[in-house]
């Protein structure tokens, strides 16, 4: 057996409410779900991009809880890649700088397809790609 797809993406901040921000205003995603202290959930596209504070995630859940998640949780910088295409891209990339957002690199890839970096309110290296640069059409 081989997953379809991937479902949903974490990661994990230190501002809940500067990342839920960040994640609405700037990138323009659709919040579907909060819970005040521990998590911010967003829609984007036909999946679901998790944002998580760490410290609330490793505490396990009671024993009679109607949703007994398993404790998780990471440390330090993650990455997420968001797919565009080469002229989304450039709208995008025109969009960060008038937002005061730093495009850390902008390049082509060896194979083929462009990348741009940037970075979320917690440290997170965000990029946009081309879904070629995975071979993907």
């Known amino acids: 057996m081989t997953p379809a ?6 990661l994990y901040v230190a501002d809940l409410d500067a990342a839920e921000a960040f ?4 990138l323009g995603l659709e ?5 005040d202290g521990r998590h911010v959930f967003f829609r984007c596209g ?11 995630t490793v505490i396990p859940p009671a024993p009679d809880a109607r949703l007994p998640v398993p404790p998780h949780g990471a440390r330090g910088r993650g ?3 968001f797919s565009a295409s080469a002229g989304e891209i450039d709208g995008w990339k ?11 690199a902008d390049f082509e890839w060896p194979q083929g397809g462009r990348s741009i970096y940037f ?7 965000l990029e946009f790609a ?4 995975w071979g993907i059409a």
Do not use: M, T, W
């Not at 937002?99 to 850390?104: D, K, L, Q, S, T």
């Not at 970075?119 to 290296?125: E, I, K, V």
């Open 5 to 10: 797809s991937i479902l949903e993406s974490a």
């Open 23 to 26: 994640y609405a205003e700037v």
């Open 31 to 35: 919040r579907i779900a909060k819970v």
């Open 46 to 56: 036909p999946g679901v991009l998790l944002l998580f504070q760490p410290e609330a």
């Open 79 to 81: 990455h997420l890649c």
């Open 94 to 104: 025109a969009h960060l700088l008038a937002r005061g957002i730093a495009v850390e």
């Open 119 to 125: 970075r979320d309110p917690s440290g997170n290296s």
């Open 130 to 133: 081309e879904p070629r640069i």
